[in-house]
């Protein structure tokens, strides 16, 4: 019994000592564990975030990505009625050569029934000169004949002189319908650089004719030039030419043909 009550404070001693011990390695671990935890949380969050910068930059991408399919789908329409609307004007500026070519045949058919009645006229002056005054009957025939073929070819030169003004009035209209007037001027309504092409706010209306060269001014500083591709009934497509690009074009900057 005096053994066991020595050793008893002996083996609380050494239960305490591996208590404490045991303690402090749980403090430990405790301690290691809370840093884990705390760099998972920051990893956690720096993913979280990543991940949130990559979803936005997913919608953003996908916004572009349906802008870009609504330009392409505005492109493709503007297309459609631009060749429409070409193929509008082309048979129109054909119908007025049509008429240009006629007046053409009339003109010449007119000139040359005027020079045969100028040579019939001149036949009958001839057989005047010959009939001398004695014969009366024949005299006054033929000063009346005279007279009707000078009132016929009175007549005459005012036909030619009509259809003169009305084939320069046709030949005018035709050089109108194909070409763009000079110093017409318009905006830039539209920018695709990843295209090369911008859009502008002219069209047939004020007859823009494809192939047609614009000038890209900016605050009265030149910026590009760029070639008509395609025409609208208000608007137009140009290309963007490589060689004469001095600054990206924008919207609202001024066009000048």
Request: hydrophobic letters at 40%; a neutral charge; proline letters at 3%.
């Amino acid at each position: 019994m005096n053994k066991l009550g020595k050793i008893a404070p002996i083996i609380v001693l050494v239960a305490c000592l591996a208590s404490l011990f045991f303690t402090y390695e749980l403090l430990v671990m405790k301690k290691d564990h809370l840093s884990k935890i705390a760099d998972l949380t920051d990893s956690l969050n720096t993913t979280t975030a990543s991940l949130k910068k990559t979803e936005g930059t997913l919608k953003q991408a996908q916004a572009d990505l349906t802008k870009a399919k609504g330009d392409l789908d505005q492109a493709t329409a503007t297309l459609l009625t631009t060749k429409t609307a070409l193929d509008q004007k082309t048979q129109e500026a054909d119908t007025l050569k049509t008429q240009l070519a006629d007046k053409d045949q009339q003109l010449q058919k007119t000139m040359a029934d005027m020079a045969a009645s100028q040579d019939a006229l001149n036949k009958m002056k001839g057989a005047l000169d010959k009939l001398g005054i004695g014969d009366v009957n024949n005299l006054d025939k033929l000063t009346e004949k005279v007279a009707s073929m000078g009132e016929e070819n009175k007549f005459l030169g005012q036909q030619v002189t009509a259809m003169h003004a009305e084939n320069q009035q046709l030949k005018q209209r035709v050089e109108e319908l194909g070409t763009t007037p000079v110093g017409l001027r318009g905006r830039v309504s539209l920018v695709q650089p990843k295209w090369g092409f911008v859009v502008m706010n002219v069209g047939f209306t004020q007859r823009v004719q494809p192939n047609s060269e614009f000038l890209v001014y900016r605050d009265n500083k030149f910026v590009a030039k760029v070639q008509v591709v395609s025409v609208g009934v208000h608007d137009c497509i140009g290309q963007i030419m490589p060689d004469y690009l001095a600054h990206p074009p924008v919207v609202g900057d001024l066009v000048v043909h």
